[in-house]
C-alpha cells in the first residue's frame, strides 16, 4: 500500500506563493507516477501537474509557467510550488499516486485559497 499526506496549503493573496508537500510512504517501487489535482466548489476535480517515476513532466495548460511539481527522492516527497496565484487557483488540492497493477493512492487535501 502507499500513503501520501499532504501538507502546505493555505490563505494567499493573488500574485503571492506557496509550496505543497506530499508525503510518501509504503511500497513506493510499486508508483509509476505522482500528481496533483484540485478541485473546486461546484467543479470537477482536474489535473494540476504530474511527475512519472522516470521524470517526465505534464501540467495543465493553467498552471504552466506559474507551478512547478518537483521530488525530493532523498525525503519521499512530492511539491507543488505554486508562484502567481491567481483567485481561480482557489480549490481542494490533492496528492495521487499512480500505482502499478492497483488504484491510485490519494491524499487526504489541502485547502488553497487565493484573495484578490
Known amino acids: 500500500q502507499v500513503q501520501l499526506v499532504e501538507s502546505g496549503g493555505g490563505l494567499v493573496q493573488a500574485g503571492g506563493s506557496l509550496r505543497l508537500s506530499c508525503a510518501v510512504s509504503g511500497s513506493i517501487f510499486s508508483i509509476n507516477a505522482m500528481c496533483w489535482y484540485r478541485q473546486a466548489p461546484g467543479k470537477q476535480r482536474e489535473l494540476v501537474a504530474r511527475i512519472t517515476s522516470g521524470g517526465r513532466i505534464n501540467y495543465a495548460d493553467s498552471v504552466k509557467g506559474r507551478f512547478t511539481i518537483f521530488r525530493e527522492n532523498a525525503k519521499n516527497t512530492v511539491y507543488l510550488q505554486m508562484n502567481s496565484l491567481k483567485p481561480e487557483d482557489t480549490a481542494a488540492y490533492y496528492c495521487?499516486?499512480?500505482?502499478?497493477?492497483?488504484?491510485?493512492?490519494w491524499g487526504q487535501g489541502t485547502q488553497v485559497t487565493v484573495s484578490s
Open positions: 495521487n499516486a499512480e500505482i502499478r497493477a492497483r488504484a491510485d493512492a
